[in-house]
């Protein structure tokens, strides 16, 4: 079956206070235990923030480091799932459902080129 | 095309199908006769051609063809042009995942059988950007799996009302072009009740969609009234009402009556309404002012919109007078939109205010991208008596 990539965007800075982020990942707690049970779960994260991220690049057989994010912006991606799904609308909603539990954030739906092997 | 980009689930393959199933049926028809069912015909050859396509492609180890070829297999070999599909192909090309002028084209594409270069004409764009704005689209249906379906109950309502804003973009383009020299593209207006009528054949038992093609057909019947033979604007006031075309009015009215009957009335219902009493009135003295306030009040209360506020307040003029119309308008935030100058010049000219409706011309004529409305929005400008 297809399979999506739902990438959660948020914004730069601290996370909300603990009386905000709470209900927030219980909801996207639930949202993921949904998938589950309808088997359309396959992966899902939540990351640490871009201040951790080192960039990787090769050339001619050596490695050079950057630290921090590759792409500098007001957001980053905070997270994201992969879901099978047998065709965008269906996997839409599971993103409407995700959005939907982390409120205001957006969140992209982007189909991946292969399916799942069978 | 509609059962073919069913059966590959690709439209490229489907189109290019049927490019070769119309190229086979006139070296064919010619010698054999046209036969029994031409469209049957078409469908059976272009299915035959997609396979055979299809398979010499899966030579070259292509797992897309492969797959759209196992798919094919499942499928009755005769087939006929059935309603549903041409549904599931609307719904497609009007999916809310896909950018408006994106839908627009792909309707007219594919639905209406307009080629690229004729869509580009219609929209003053260059014929490369509109291919690969149809090329971006149809990529992102196949690779992102926009899914060829009704859509379920529950989404329907949402999904319809996608699928009318892109007929009646298409229309409005038509009705006044948002630039050019032309006042109105009547090609596009046709094309835009042909497919109204379309909805309404494939989706009978929605209101809107019949309010819709109401709407469509009323205003288009006073199209020979609303331009001079030399292509200049005459507004509403003006017409000459024995030059709308009756057969259409009636049509559109018969609409409107089936709407009432429905009794779930919509923002196309209602705007259809708004234009029914406009055609029952033999002049716009003797039209139904009231009628169309208590039909805008409605319209506001369903879709509340500047606009809607707009064209109850220029309806507000002629039963309460202009000043009660320029108070109601003055509150609106539609500085950007030209009509909204428009109708305020309109008004300050008949309280006599000359040198506000001067500037209120000018704010229009900046604003708007259509000759023959920036010439009459001029001449009106230049008609306005000289202040002391």
Redesign the interface.
């Known amino acids: 079956m297809?399979q999506y990539l739902l990438t959660i965007y948020q914004p730069d800075g601290d996370p909300p206070p603990p009386e905000v982020l709470e209900p927030i990942m219980r909801d996207v707690e639930a949202v993921k235990q949904e998938m589950k049970d309808a088997g359309a779960w396959v992966f899902s994260g939540g990351l640490h923030p871009p201040s951790t991220a080192t960039v990787v690049r090769g050339a001619d057989g050596d490695t050079l480091l950057t630290d921090g994010p590759y792409l500098e912006g007001k957001e980053h991606v905070g997270g994201f799932t992969i879901v099978r799904a047998?065709?965008?609308?269906a996997?839409?909603e599971w993103g409407g459902k995700l959005a939907g539990a982390l409120r205001l954030l957006p969140v992209e739906?982007?189909?991946f080129y292969d399916e799942e092997p069978n | 095309m509609a059962v073919l980009v069913r059966v590959f689930g690709d439209i490229d393959v489907a189109e290019e199908a049927v490019q070769d199933a119309f190229a086979a049926a006139m070296t064919h028809w010619p010698v054999s006769g046209v036969p029994p069912s031409p469209a049957g015909w078409i469908i059976t050859t272009a299915r035959r051609r997609a396979i055979d396509r299809l398979r010499r492609e899966a030579t070259r180890d292509d797992r897309h063809a492969q797959a759209a070829l196992l798919h094919a297999r499942d499928e009755p070999a005769e087939e006929s042009p059935v309603p549903d599909d041409r549904l599931r192909l609307i719904f497609t090309c009007c999916?809310p995942?896909l950018a408006p002028a994106a839908r627009v084209a792909l309707a007219l594409r594919l639905l209406g059988g307009l080629t690229t270069a004729e869509i580009a004409r219609a929209f003053l764009v260059p014929e490369p950007t509109m291919a690969q704005r149809l090329v971006r689209a149809k990529g992102k249906i196949r690779?992102?799996?926009?899914?060829y379906?009704v859509?379920k109950d529950a989404?329907l309502p949402d999904r319809i009302r996608s699928v009318l804003a892109v007929v009646y973009l298409i229309f409005n383009e038509g009705y006044a072009a948002s630039s050019g020299e032309q006042l109105t593209r009547p090609d596009l207006c046709a094309e835009a009740i042909r497919l109204g009528r379309l909805l309404a054949e494939l989706m009978p038992d929605e209101p809107e969609v019949l309010g819709l093609l109401a709407l469509m057909l009323l205003v288009e019947a006073r199209r020979p009234a609303r331009t001079t033979a030399n292509g200049d604007l005459v507004p509403l006031a003006e017409q000459d009402r024995a030059r709308w075309d009756r057969t259409l009015i009636d049509e559109g009215q018969v609409l409107v009556r089936r709407c009432l009957r429905r009794d779930r009335p919509g923002p196309y219902q209602i705007q259809a309404a708004v234009n029914a009493v406009h055609s029952d009135a033999p002049s716009v003295a003797e039209t139904d002012w009231r009628q169309v306030v208590t039909l805008y009040d409605q319209l506001l209360a369903v879709a509340p919109s500047p606009v809607a506020a707009l064209n109850r307040a220029a309806a507000v003029a002629e039963v309460d007078g202009p000043a009660a119309a320029l108070a109601l308008i003055d509150r609106l935030d539609l500085a950007d939109y030209h009509v909204c100058h428009a109708i305020r010049a309109d008004l300050l000219r008949r309280l006599g205010r000359a040198d506000e409706a001067a500037a209120a011309y000018e704010a229009a004529i900046a604003r708007t991208g259509n000759a023959a409305e920036r010439a009459f929005l001029a001449q009106r400008r230049a008609s306005l008596p000289a202040q002391p």
Not at chain 2, 143 to 147: E, H, V
């Open positions: 297809p047998p065709d965008l609308d996997a839409l739906v982007r189909p | 999916h995942a690779d992102a799996r926009i899914p379906r859509p989404d």
